[in-house]
């Protein structure tokens, strides 16, 4: 194979023969040995005696344990291998106790190791004697020292009701000090205490605030968010409340009403009041005041081709005034939705019990529109008591509105193009305080003064009822995903639920100090607001993701003042910019506020 010549030994020839007959290789191999007889060579017929015993044929368990004592000296350093083995390591602890200093009170932090891994209960230290104070001294002040009434009454009174064990005496110099006669005494109580008075160690509570609060980001990682105040609108108004602020869709202009019953339409960026409407009751009725008209809620249609603003106006029910800030072809939409709803409209229309309910389409024209005001659709419910809010559904042609007072009318939902008014509820199971649209499925959430009821339009049924834990729910608002709602109350709270969660409120926010009106989502940024009566807007970082999994971050940032306090009431209403990260808000002061992000 190798090409090599290879010379054969007599030996390998032998043992290539044996290999060919088949036989063992090796010449000296005995495949048959003789048997030899271990035991003896006599006849046994129960065989042989095992005189083995079982104990050598299973591991000795007291070699186990000395070698798991090697490891484990080994492991913690008393055992060195390699330097002498177990001698030296031996040899080495001792030298180590030689040079090892001790205390001679050993307290809790000078105890060694070996004491901390002794059997037994820990040694607690005798707790120390309280200090002497000055009236223990040899030479008081004056005012520790008794008078005759004083030493009388102290003398007459039970040793231990006594403030003092001790008369206070004054000694002109430390060596005219007499012995203590209750020495032996005290140190006889003290011991006694010692010896029968059992002790415990008393943990104490985490001091580090970096454990306690959670950790959030920096909020200049969080921008942008409104951080100051921008452009302040004058309210055309005879002195009152602003009571609600609303943005158009395009965020160029801005809606702002008070309790006088006026509705101010402003240019956002420029401050300029472009109209003003003055709405008052049927028959003539005053603005403001108890019977008259009071705006305390707008809602801009959420479609760009109706320019409609929804007015809740207290007593004078529900109006749709037509704005005209659209071009010539959304005005010709606008002309379009409002006619096709004024002759839709009937006297009458019914709940959903078939019963009658008293509300009435009829144009309108305000007291300050003028010929360029134009017409104006108002809905006028007779009978359906104050309305306090209005909420525009996603398509823009559904509107909710609100009388708490109304009983079974206290939920209205008008379909604007056909001029028609449903009462979809015939118990509202408390007075509604507030209500919403889901954006983008058939729910409607209604708010009552403790509880939020989710219903299905289409099917008609309660879907989830969630509990907030609040006294009083003062306003609401859906986030734009649809999956998150908030709240607000009148006992300075926040509530955050997650409806895929749980009915239980996800967060509890409690960062204002008095009454909070309003709260709201921005519906591009990831920001949240609430306005209170402590004058003050709070904004904060509300990201929602897409992963099921992670909970949404809430990040206080920014605490905005700009509103005066007055008679206990400070911001009625926030409204965001749909575009931009700003904030307006209106409040008691009369002061119609912007906020914008300037760094």
């Not at 005496?169 to 020495?183: C, D, H, N, P, T």
């Not at 605030?209 to 942008?224: G, M, T």
């Not at 009106?517 to 949240?528: D, G, Q, S």
């Not at 700009?562 to 002061?589: L, N, R, T, Y």
Request: glycine share 10%; charged share 25%; net charge neutral.
């Amino acid at each position: 194979m190798h090409d090599k010549h290879i010379i054969l030994s007599d030996r390998d020839l032998e043992i290539i023969r044996r290999l060919q007959k088949g036989a063992f290789a090796h010449p000296e191999h005995e495949a048959y040995p003789p048997q030899v007889d271990v035991y003896c060579d006599e006849l046994n017929i129960f065989g042989p005696s095992i005189a083995e015993p079982k104990r050598r044929f299973v591991p000795s368990k007291w070699e186990l344990m000395k070698v798991t004592r090697m490891v484990k000296a080994i492991k913690e350093g008393r055992m060195v291998v390699g330097k002498g083995g177990e001698a030296a390591a031996a040899r080495e602890k001792r030298e180590e106790k030689q040079r090892q200093v001790y205390l001679l009170w050993k307290e809790e932090e000078g105890e060694d190791e070996e004491e901390r891994r002794r059997k037994g209960p820990r040694h607690i230290p005798a707790p120390k004697l309280p200090l002497p104070g000055h009236a223990e001294s040899y030479n008081p002040p004056e005012e520790y020292l008794f008078s005759k009434e004083e030493e009388e009454e102290w003398r007459a009174m039970d040793p231990e009701d006594r403030p003092l064990p001790f008369l206070p005496k004054k000694f002109s110099s430390l060596r005219a000090v007499g012995a203590y006669s209750g020495f032996i005494k005290e140190r006889f109580e003290r011991c006694l205490d010692l010896y029968l008075c059992p002790r415990s160690l008393k943990k104490q509570g985490v001091t580090d605030a970096s454990v306690l609060l959670p950790s959030l980001p920096n909020p200049r990682d969080l921008r942008p968010f409104p951080t100051s105040k921008a452009i302040e609108y004058v309210h055309a108004m005879d002195g009152g409340r602003v009571r609600a602020v609303a943005l158009s869709l395009d965020g160029q202009y801005l809606a702002s009403g008070g309790e006088d019953g006026r509705v101010c339409l402003w240019e956002v960026e420029s401050g300029y009041c472009l109209k003003t409407w003055r709405l008052k009751r049927e028959g003539g009725g005053e603005c403001g005041g108890e019977d008259g008209v009071k705006v305390l809620a707008l809602a801009w249609n959420p479609n760009p081709a109706h320019h409609v603003l929804a007015v809740a106006g207290g007593r004078g029910g529900a109006f749709l005034l037509r704005t005209r800030t659209g071009g010539k072809e959304d005005e010709e939409v606008t002309e379009a939705l409002l006619t096709s709803g004024l002759e839709g409209s009937r006297s009458s229309s019914t709940t959903s019990a078939g019963k009658s309910i008293g509300v009435k389409w009829q144009a309108y024209k305000s007291a300050e529109g003028g010929e360029e005001g134009g017409d104006d659709l108002v809905l006028r419910m007779e009978g359906g008591g104050e309305c306090t809010s209005v909420r525009w559904h996603s398509k823009g042609d559904y509107l909710a509105s609100v009388s708490p007072t109304g009983g079974s009318q206290s939920v209205m939902i008008h379909q604007v193009s056909k001029g028609k008014t449903q009462c979809p509820f015939r118990k509202t199971h408390g007075a509604v305080q507030a209500l919403a649209f889901h954006p983008n499925k058939p729910f409607f959430f209604v708010a009552t003064q403790t509880h939020i009821r989710v219903y299905h339009l289409l099917k008609q049924v309660l879907v989830k009822k969630l509990l907030t834990g609040c006294k009083w729910i003062s306003s609401l608002d859906v986030h734009p995903s649809g999956d998150h709602v908030i709240i607000s109350s009148y006992d300075r709270r926040v509530v955050w639920f997650d409806l895929d969660l749980s009915s239980l409120p996800f967060k509890t926010l409690k960062y204002h100090t008095k009454a909070v009106r309003a709260v709201a989502f921005h519906r591009t940024y990831p920001l949240m607001a609430s306005a209170a009566d402590d004058g003050t807007v709070h904004v904060f970082h509300a990201t929602v993701y897409d992963d099921l999994m992670q909970n949404p971050l809430i990040v206080p940032v920014k605490i905005l003042r700009g509103h005066e306090v007055v008679k206990e009431v400070g911001v009625m209403a926030i409204a965001f910019h749909p575009s931009q990260p700003w904030v307006v808000s209106g409040g008691a002061d009369g002061k119609v506020i912007l906020y914008q992000d300037a760094y």
